[in-house]
């Protein structure tokens, strides 16, 4: 794997392992890169309560890693763990269809 991700960026309480590593492909600085950006930011800060590793690919400059990781819509969103890994394709504007996705209810619990 690559480690070319524009930004690595943990977000974690209590300096324990994060429960969730998340990897959002976009493209540059495009509309919908940036508006799921801004939903992945808000999805930490609120749902996930920090509790969260986030990588960015910019495959504007890093197409090798959209090859690896079998990308070829962005923006992308892995979730890596835990597991099984999932992608949601899209800017993530639907936070209730993201949250579902990663098997939480909207206050952060489990379902």
């Not at 495009?30 to 986030?54: F, G, I």
């Not at 992608?87 to 909207?106: H, M, Q």
Request: charged share 25%; hydrophobic share 40%.
């Amino acid at each position: 794997m690559t480690r070319h991700a524009q930004d690595v960026q943990d977000i974690q309480t209590h300096n324990h392992k994060p429960r969730y590593r998340l990897r959002l492909f976009v493209a540059g600085d495009e509309p919908n890169s940036v508006k799921a950006k801004a939903m992945l930011a808000r999805l930490c800060d609120t749902v996930l309560r920090h509790n969260c590793q986030v990588i960015v690919v910019d495959v504007l400059q890093d197409y090798q890693a959209a090859i690896e990781y079998h990308v070829i819509v962005v923006p992308t969103l892995m979730v890596e763990w835990p597991p099984p890994v999932r992608s949601i394709l899209g800017s993530l504007t639907d936070e209730d269809k993201v949250v579902a996705a990663l098997g939480l209810l909207k206050d952060g619990g489990a379902p």
